[in-house]
């Protein structure tokens, strides 16, 4: 990767991004991007477009006045955001909540910001936890922001796409920005800081919230700059209110305490910094807010599995949207493997397919859950959200050809898709290519650490021992366990099979390895000179060739 420019020299080039240019283009793509779902979208919001982002789940909690922000939505446009800070180099999927409540705002008019926290990451955000963010070097804080910066652009540029497709026509959407909140809170005086907020911040009201109390209690103690990050986020909201028309924030469950005190100083500042000139268009006579102009915020849900599993960056099972970090392969995979009891609340969270179509794809599904049709459809249109049409088209073939271990996927060896012009597959995230004395005769253990799916011998031989590494098979002789009964490949469960067992899991040239419960992995096992001339390395390559040489 190329070496980054210092963070300040990105906050004038990278303070916002504007969709009008985007837009204009997809306004001449053909007239068949647009046919899906067009009439659906329309009867779908009688009430407006709060109801139907409470009909698909959406909202956890509102902080003000619901029917008030009802009413505003369906008077006129209404500035929201939603800020993420880049504590890692990607977005992951629980990100994708309130990113998607901003998709439908802007689809349905409404103008939104997403905000970066390029400032605010380095102070970082103490809410839900009861430890200390560890410190991170400046060069990783520029190296996260960067890749989630651009990260945001393109999966903004695919929700505008994918909006069109369903229907969403580019001159009746809102306005768009990516916004850095480095561009001014670098340039903010801690005194005007407090000049201007200070006075109206209570200590009592903020010992008082629970991220604090629980810290302080139960945790490792609060810092002085984890206990002002609620502040500089509230300063966030006060810039892009007057500078944005910003007037509802959007955050995850655990941010609520931190809306709450936005709003406060968003209306402290308003009504009482002598900054503010007395005729702004959200001040009456009196000097006081407008209820029209009365700072909102909500909430969307903690995103969890049926059994109550949470999944994100915290939990330790990211699923990351960076192909780099989760393939394409393995994010599909991922959502493949969605119960039966989770796929319509996914689809509902996750699409712009409207709830009546849902309906009718559940009740297609329940006549036959073995083809697994919700899950492919949402791994499709998640996919095509994150990494655009041709991506998801060419991830569901690769899924679709693993149907059965005869199709073209695995029937012509060296093939990535049923496409492929039948070169040998290139080393990626979910696939690998080995030489053939490094597979066969070799312990599975080893296997893994050789095809770089493991760091060690070590590590791959403590994998199996656990139980969570398998491998695929089309031998009608070995029985697949039965909670891979709904898997388009049979899976067994690697345990102590020998090295000389491994050739009967060979299917025409490749090995499919399973780790955990989502991410396979295709080995293809090939001559070693054919490796050689091809300029290929894998792990312990060398030192087998340099042992053999010696022996």
């Not at 070496?3 to 303070?15: F, G, H, K, N």
């Not at 000139?277 to 029209?292: M, V």
């Not at 080893?446 to 493991?454: E, F, K």
Request: aromatic share 8%.
């Amino acid at each position: 990767m190329a070496r980054i420019s210092r963070l300040e020299s990105l906050t004038q080039a990278l303070s916002y991004i504007c969709s009008q240019c985007v837009r204009t283009s997809l306004a001449k793509r053909p007239q068949q991007l647009r046919t899906l779902h067009a009439s659906s979208r329309r009867r779908q919001a009688p009430n407006g477009v709060l109801a139907v982002l409470e009909e698909r789940g959406y909202i956890n909690q509102i902080a003000g006045d619901r029917n008030a922000l009802d009413r505003l939505l369906q008077t006129r446009k209404v500035g929201f955001y939603a800020g993420i800070d880049p504590t890692a180099p990607s977005l992951h999927l629980g990100h994708l909540l309130p990113l998607m409540v901003l998709f439908w705002l802007y689809h349905h008019g409404h103008n939104v910001v997403s905000l970066v926290g390029g400032a605010t990451a380095r102070v970082g955000d103490p809410s839900g936890r009861l430890t200390s963010r560890a410190k991170t070097a400046e060069l990783v804080h520029e190296t996260n922001f960067t890749a989630m910066y651009a990260q945001l652009g393109s999966v903004w540029d695919n929700a505008i796409r994918y909006g069109q497709r369903h229907g969403y026509e580019a001159g009746a959407t809102g306005n768009s920005e990516l916004l850095n909140n480095a561009s001014w809170l670098d340039k903010l005086s801690i005194l005007d800081f407090l000049k201007m907020m200070g006075h109206g911040v209570r200590l009592g009201a903020m010992l008082g919230r629970d991220t604090v109390r629980n810290k302080m209690e139960k945790g490792d103690g609060m810092s002085f700059s984890e206990f002002t990050y609620p502040l500089l986020q509230g300063w966030d909201w006060w810039h892009m209110y007057q500078n944005n028309g910003v007037q509802v924030q959007i955050g995850g469950s655990d941010q609520y305490g931190n809306i709450i005190a936005g709003m406060d100083a968003v209306k402290y500042i308003a009504q009482n910094s002598a900054e503010v000139p007395q005729q702004s268009p959200w001040l009456d006579a009196a000097g006081r807010l407008k209820d029209d102009h009365m700072p909102m915020g909500l909430t969307v849900p903690l995103l969890t599995t049926a059994s109550g599993e949470k999944f994100g960056k915290s939990a330790g099972n990211a699923v990351w949207l960076d192909r780099n970090m989760t393939s394409a392969f393995d994010l599909y995979g991922f959502l493949l493997r969605s119960s039966d009891e989770d796929v319509e609340r996914y689809l509902k969270l996750f699409t712009f397919i409207p709830t009546t179509a849902i309906a009718s794809v559940m009740a297609e599904h329940a006549a036959d859950p073995g083809k697994r049709r919700a899950q492919h459809l949402l791994a499709s249109e998640v996919l095509e959200l994150v990494h655009g049409r041709e991506e998801a088209t060419k991830t569901r073939a690769e899924h679709q050809a693993l149907r059965n271990p005869n199709l073209a996927l695995l029937g012509q060896p060296g093939k990535s898709s049923p496409e492929s012009d039948g070169s040998s597959t290139r080393p990626g995230p979910d696939r690998a290519i080995v030489p053939s004395s490094l597979v066969l005769n070799t312990p599975f253990s080893r296997i893994l650490y050789h095809a770089g799916i493991v760091p060690s011998k070590s590590e791959g031989a403590r994998m199996i021992a656990k139980g969570g590494v398998y491998v695929a098979t089309a031998a009608t002789s070995i029985t697949a366990p039965e909670d891979d009964s709904k898997s388009d490949l049979h899976f067994v469960q690697l345990r102590d099979q020998k090295p000389e067992e491994v050739r009967q899991y060979i299917m025409n040239g490749m090995l499919v390895l399973r780790v955990g419960k989502w991410k396979v992995r295709f080995v293809e096992v090939v001559e070693d000179a054919n490796f050689d001339a091809q300029k290929l390395k894998a792990p312990g390559w060398s030192e087998w060739k340099a042992q053999r040489s010696s022996g």
